[in-house]
């Protein structure tokens, strides 16, 4: 009996043991904060590398670990960076959301690095972001590359009001369960591969593993919509490659596989057809850009197009990094 009671305890401790083993980020970046100003610090990811340094910079609303998969790609020629802007996950929430303030963020974070003249490389509404500083500060940056991110945002509120009619599938109790879960359903829903130090900087999770809800408050990101500025794309003076993920048909969008309410089958189609718009809108607005462009859209690929497509990403940006002066 004294055996099988100590059998018994010694499982009990090794599962509880293995259990509580925390989980450790598979990608191979180094990470620090960099104070950029009174209480405020960004998170920086390292993922090495040699050559001239890319600088990932993410949507809103994520983080610089949703290239946690892809950065690694790139540092096999290239010193590669990622900066979580203020508000999310580990960088600091101090201080204005102004496009201005974010953008500043980004130069203070290179002068601490000591970087010099690093191609910008981000994903949506960085777009924002590097267009401030290509735009003001042109001798700080070699490039940009826009993945899905040169917009003109000015008009975001039609787009959501669009959005609105149309039902969403969220995740179930299950989906929910854990960080893990809802990375899986996640990244099953959208068909990419989201990496898990993702959701674990922007969930909030209960003591027993469940994901309640998000870190940031809501009004962060309502603070940094509400920002905006128009952008000016004739002051960029810095060479330019803009990639766009074009829809090939409405039922790419998220609740429009096939919608059997008739209303709900013309929201997606409206918002098919305004997203088209905005596409030829806003490569006219990169079309103003005095310095060297290249357009390049990728029919089918999903907003995340470095995940989406990430050798078709790959496969133009080491052109465009190759032609840029040293």
Known sequence: MRLLTRWTFLLTATVAAFAQTPWVDPSPHRQRLVPTGPGTSLEVLDWGGAG???????????????????????????????????GYGASSAA???????????????LDAE?????????????????????????????????????YDRTNVAAEGAIVRRIPQRGPTPADMA???????????????????????????VAPD???????TPRAVQQQIVGG??????????????????????????????????PAVRDACQELHAWTLQQLEASKKLVATIPSRTQVVELTGANGFVFLSNPADVLGLLEPFLASLAR
């Not at 879960?181 to 909030?204: D, M, Y």
């Not at 593993?209 to 870190?215: A, F, H, L, N, S």
């Open 52 to 86: 001239r340094t890319l600088v990932l910079l993410a949507q809103l609303g994520q983080t610089a670990h949703i290239y946690d998969g892809w950065a690694p790609m790139l540092a096999s020629g290239h010193h590669v960076l990622g900066i979580t802007r203020r």
């Open 95 to 109: 201080g204005g959301f102004s496009a201005e303030e974010l953008a500043m963020d980004i130069v203070r974070v």
């Open 114 to 150: 000591g970087v010099r003249d690093p191609v910008l490389i981000g994903n949506g509404f960085a777009g924002e972001e590097m267009s401030w500083i290509a735009s003001r500060l042109p001798r700080r940056v070699a490039g940009l590359a826009y993945l899905n991110a040169a």
């Open 178 to 204: 854990s960080v893990e879960a809802v990375t899986r359903w996640a990244s099953n829903g959208g068909r990419l591969p989201i990496p898990e130090a993702e959701f674990r900087q922007l969930a909030q």
């Open 209 to 215: 593993g469940r994901v309640t809800g998000e870190r």
């Open 228 to 261: 905006m500025t128009r952008v000016d794309y004739s002051a960029i003076h810095v060479p330019v490659l803009a990639v766009y993920a074009k829809a090939a048909s409405a039922d790419a969008f998220p609740g429009c596989q096939s919608p059997a309410d």
